[in-house]
């Protein structure tokens, strides 16, 4: 007997020690054959941090944790994340783990998870990332004993969950914010009941471009009978709150084959009013507790039918609003009588098939009443509308009954009077009389100030009429401080825009006398720009350009300002048509002398937005253009330094980044540059050229005409070679000037003999005589032939001399020795490249490791605070207990038995407090340690993309 216990115990040590050991001795070698092996099955890119096996964070069961889950899509959702996980649980039952027959997972906790699902206009979808498998002849049926894996699944949990869905075919979007769920149920029983719990922080739907629901905070909880043999879920104990909207739903949901039977009822079980006001963004964050409300709500609905790829169910959904009143309390006015009566239908689920009908809609917006109906069937294969709107607003009083924020001012009247009748098939086929669209919106006298805002907006017209064919903008005229802006036009096709996503089509008539762009710019932006900095440095982001839309303007500006670019007459044609912006010969005057631009703006791919113009500019100023073209600071920062005038045409293409500045490496084009008379003085290059001639003349340059062509290549400005005079001096130039100022130019001079004097003669010396070393035999005459290499840097330039006779090797060897330090440079950046990112790579490791060790400290101190108080409370209770049996004592025995039976209770409660308080804080220190785990393996995921990025430009 004590053998076979000797060995029992043995063999338990052996299994422990294994539990702990095989996790740690295989550890790389699991996680290498793990990641290549999905890698290998799903068509995406996989990866995960870390991973541990243990047996006694969850014991008796094993428990399996993964860390820095990374998911990330192929081909076109290649820079797209699906899934970044930083950490997920899994609890697997250890007695099947031994048997080794089936394995029983019991829990599945998610923890940090940001889900990215992205659906395009096509239908491909980035979460379909299964690999398609071979097709092959399909092989007899044979007898299963056995799942091998089992799901004895009690809970699973998804803590603080972000959602994003992205769906372009549908034109939905959605965002999860803040998602805590829990599920609880056994999944091996054929039948269980599941219960489910789930609490979303901000919940957001956009449809077709229009936001529904804004950041909405859900909970829902819910019992659900699942015969998981039969798979019918039915609905029991159940409440969804949307912010303070409450619905309860009722019926059965289960599967048949492989389609949908939907049984199912809801309603709001609440008929206050105000419950529906809490899904009004603009009113339920604006002291809504203390908005006081009259009326009541009817909020109900179905679904029932099977959705399958043939079917859906139908639905309803109904809304009514019977005498409605909201009103704050510190405002004179309210919003009374809203009356509404809608109800949304569709007998078989099919979308055509749906009417939308608002019989009534009926509110006063303090003394201003407002009444609309709304109905509309067959809205997919040919929408039949019949709307009308009538009301009336005067703006000053919206502070009546609505509080406006610090500082905001509003007055003017809005007018809106319309009906719309007909099908949209007789705007098609142009049977106008078939189809009524009368009425009209005008707004008159507008005047807004706001915070936000540096001028006051005032709008002295604007009226839009409507007709079958056509939006009629009969007037526009606005003021925004100094800025005046005023446009006409029609808008056409606006029915099967709204309806059926159509073209919509324009032309607009715009004029101004005065207006600067930069006064409507945030007061942040504006700030911090300084006056030298250039237009293009105003941080922007990238303009998407609707594919729906085509528009025509006729533009015409007497004065226009960007930043600090000051545009007068500016006249031509814009289009906006097939995802770009489109100029058409936008003529102006600008600094001092006149450009015509031609050209266009898409972003096809927002990621990668592309300029494509032509340039004709005339007697432009050169300083002026240097502090306002970013290219001509980056290119030719000698113009700083140079005055004059010049004229050239050109063109230039570019992607732009998504702060809309060029992409400089991309840039390709060219043209023809012609100046006047120009001085250049006190530039480096030429500074440093004079030192090394030993000739002042050189450092102050006047220059007759010039006039040569250049192209952009590679990032780099190739100038052909071209002549300038100055003095009695002539010279050829001709070379390259790259993104990073580096440079590459050669000059051939010619000099008068007369010019060389002291030093001067002493460096043509040291020239004449290297030159006949080499077997070359020169006699000097009126001018000195000579050729000047121009390398280094526009800011640290490198110069090197030679007779121009025996400079044609020292040219050749320049430009290899120029090729040469380009390739070590190249080296060395490459070098230091690697370099940095190794130093950034061990620099989040350390950041990680610390924020690791903070938290585990700050994890320990909460632990050791609540074993304190903890004590503390045991303590306090033990001292109370002694006392009231000592008070009990002295009364008699039956007082002292109540005193007893009190001072148990009285531990026991300090007991639960204490645990309970030990139990909060051990959760409390995980969650700052998980938290700091989060974080840290984010950081090291930022490294490591940072890193790529650095390794991949160099």
Do not use: C
């Amino acid at each position: 007997m004590k053998t076979l216990l000797k060995i029992l115990g043995a063999l338990v040590l052996i299994i422990i020690a294994l539990a702990i050991l095989l996790p740690i001795i295989f550890k790389g070698k699991i996680v290498e054959i793990a990641k290549e092996e999905i890698n290998n099955n799903v068509n995406a890119q996989v990866d995960f941090t870390d991973f541990s096996l243990s047996l006694f964070r969850s014991f008796p069961n094993f428990n399996l944790s993964i860390e820095g889950i990374l998911v990330i899509g192929l081909d076109k959702f290649s820079e797209d994340t699906l899934a970044q996980i930083p950490s997920v649980e899994v609890t697997i039952d250890l007695m099947s783990v031994l048997g080794g027959d089936t394995y029983e997972i019991k829990r599945i906790g998610i923890y940090g998870p940001t889900i990215n699902v992205k659906i395009l206009e096509d239908g491909s979808a980035n979460y379909d990332i299964a690999m398609a498998g071979e097709e092959t002849a399909p092989e007899p049926p044979t007898e299963v004993e056995g799942d091998p894996v089992v799901l004895t699944l009690k809970k699973l949990e998804i803590k603080n969950g972000n959602i994003t869905y992205d769906d372009k075919s549908l034109g939905v979007y959605v965002e999860v914010f803040g998602l805590d769920h829990t599920l609880n149920g056994d999944l091996s029983e054929d039948f269980t009941v599941l219960k489910t719990n789930s609490i979303i922080k901000e919940f957001s739907l956009d449809y077709e471009g229009f936001r529904y629901i804004s950041r909405a905070t859900v909970y829902y909880m819910a019992d659900i009978d699942a015969d998981l043999k039969n798979e019918i879920y039915t609905l029991k104990k159940n409440r969804m709150e949307l912010n303070q909207l409450p619905v309860e739903f009722d019926g059965t949901f289960s599967i048949i084959n492989e389609d949908y039977n939907i049984v199912m009822t809801y309603q709001s079980p609440e008929t206050d009013f105000k419950h529906f006001l809490s899904l009004i963004p603009a009113v339920y964050t604006k002291d809504f507790e203390s908005i006081e409300t009259a009326g009541n709500l009817a909020f109900s609905g179905n679904v029932k039918g099977l959705y399958s790829d043939n079917s859906m169910p139908s639905y309803e959904v109904n809304l009514t609003i019977s005498d409605g009143m909201f009103k704050y309390p510190d405002l004179p006015q309210a919003v009374t009588n809203v009356n509404i009566i809608s109800k949304i239908h569709s007998k078989d689920g099919e979308p055509d098939n749906t009417i939308i009908d608002v019989s009534k809609f009926h509110l006063d917006l303090g003394m201003n009443p407002v009444d609309m109906y709304l109905h509309v069937e067959t809205p997919v294969s040919d929408p039949d509308i019949s709307a009308k709107f009538k009301g009336t607003l005067n703006l000053a009083d919206v502070q009546n009954f609505y509080p406006l924020e610090e500082g905001e001012k509003l007055n003017g009247t809005l007018v809106g009077d319309f009906s719309l009748i007909g099908r949209l098939s007789d705007i098609e086929n142009e049977n106008y009389d078939n189809f009524t669209a009368l009425g009209s919106l005008l707004l008159k006298s507008l005047e807004y100030q706001s915070a936000y805002v540096k001028d006051a907006i005032a709008i002295s017209t604007a009226q839009l009429n409507f007709s079958p064919q056509y939006l009629d903008l009969v007037s526009f005229n606005m003021m925004i401080g100094r800025n005046d802006f005023s446009a006409k036009g029609k808008i056409e096709n606006y029915l099967a825009y709204a309806l059926k996503d159509e073209m919509l089509a324009g032309q607009l008539v715009t004029t101004s006398s005065y207006f600067n762009l930069t006064d409507l710019m945030p007061s942040e932006s504006k700030e911090s720009t300084s006056v030298e900095q250039t237009t293009d440095s105003i941080p922007m982001s990238v303009i998407e350009i609707p594919a729906n839309i085509h528009f025509e303007m006729t533009s015409s500006f007497d004065i226009l300002i960007y930043d600090n670019i000051e545009m007068k007459n500016v006249n031509g044609k814009i289009q906006i048509a097939d995802q770009a912006v489109y100029l058409k010969n936008l003529g102006m005057n600008i600094l001092d002398g006149e450009m015509v631009m031609s050209g266009s703006y898409t972003a096809i791919d927002p990621q990668k937005p592309v300029f494509d113009f032509t340039l004709d500019l005339k007697e432009v100023d050169i300083q002026k253009a240097y502090n306002t073209f970013g290219v001509v600071t980056k290119y030719a920062p000698i113009a700083k330094k140079t005055s004059g005038v010049f004229s050239t045409k050109m063109n230039l293409k570019s992607i732009l980044n998504q702060e809309m500045m060029p992409v400089y490496e991309t840039m390709t084009g060219g043209g023809e540059l012609l100046t006047s008379q120009v001085t250049i003085q006190d530039v480096n290059t030429l500074n440093t050229i004079s030192n090394v001639l030993k000739m002042d003349e050189i450092k102050r340059m006047v220059i007759d005409k010039i006039l040569f062509q250049f192209e952009f290549v590679d990032g780099k400005l190739l100038v052909d070679p071209f002549d300038i005079r100055f003095s009695d001096f002539a010279a050829n130039l001709g070379g390259w000037t790259a993104m990073d100022q580096t440079i590459g130019y050669v000059m051939n001079m010619s000099i008068p003999r007369d010019k060389f004097g002291g030093g001067a003669n002493q460096v043509l010396d040291n020239l004449v005589n290297q030159a006949n070393a080499k077997g070359a035999k020169f006699s000097l005459g009126e001018k000195v032939s000579m050729n000047v290499l121009i390398g280094g840097t526009l800011s640290n330039p490198e110069i090197k001399t030679a007779l121009k006779e025996s400079g044609k090797n020292l040219v050749a060897d320049v430009k290899e020795q120029v090729k040469q330090e380009i390739e070590k440079k190249k080296e060395e950046i490459s070098q230091e490249a690697r370099e940095q990112a190794q130093r950034i790579l061990d620099e989040a490791d350390q950041q990680s490791k610390k924020i690791i060790n903070e938290a585990e400290k700050q994890a320990t101190n909460v632990r050791k605070g609540a074993d304190d108080a903890a004590k503390k409370i045991r303590e306090e209770a033990e001292k109370q207990a002694k006392k009231v049996e000592e008070d009990g004592k002295k009364k008699g025995f039956l007082a002292e038995m109540a005193a007893k039976e009190t001072a148990i209770k009285i531990r026991q409660e300090a007991d639960k407090q204490a645990i309970n308080l030990v139990k909060e804080a051990d959760d409390n220190a995980k969650g700052i340690v998980r938290k700091a785990n989060d974080e840290a393996a984010l950081i090291k995921r930022n490294a490591s993309k940072e890193a790529d990025k650095i390794l991949e430009r160099n």
